[in-house]
């Protein structure tokens, strides 16, 4: 498998997972040289870095959940699971918090 960086994040459109709700508005793309920058564009495949489900960058860059063929889609593309994998490991990693009422 081909190394992949993270580009600089760019902000976007403000939006809420439709998965846990979190609100996002930037975006950091998956590419080959590390120096590259990578800007959404509709249709392009996102991972939310609270729940990291996968999203898609609708036709105003707002998220939406993947249709059903997306998401068979996103299975088979070796950079999208390797960012769902790294965000599900960045995430497994956070403290615990324990909130008191």
Do not use: W
Not at 59 to 83: F, G, H, I
């Amino acid at each position: 498998m081909q190394r992949m960086f993270l580009a600089k994040s760019e902000k976007v459109k403000p939006s809420r997972c439709p998965f846990c709700a979190y609100k996002l508005n930037g975006a950091a793309g998956m590419v080959a040289v590390e120096s590259e920058t990578a800007k959404p564009s509709p249709g392009d495949f996102s991972v939310c870095i609270e729940c990291a489900n996968v999203l898609i960058f609708d036709k105003d860059l707002s998220l939406r959940r993947p249709t059903y063929e997306e998401a068979r889609e996103s299975r088979e593309r070796p950079d999208v699971m390797q960012a769902r994998d790294i965000i599900g490991r960045m995430i497994a990693s956070r403290p615990v918090q324990i909130v008191k009422h």
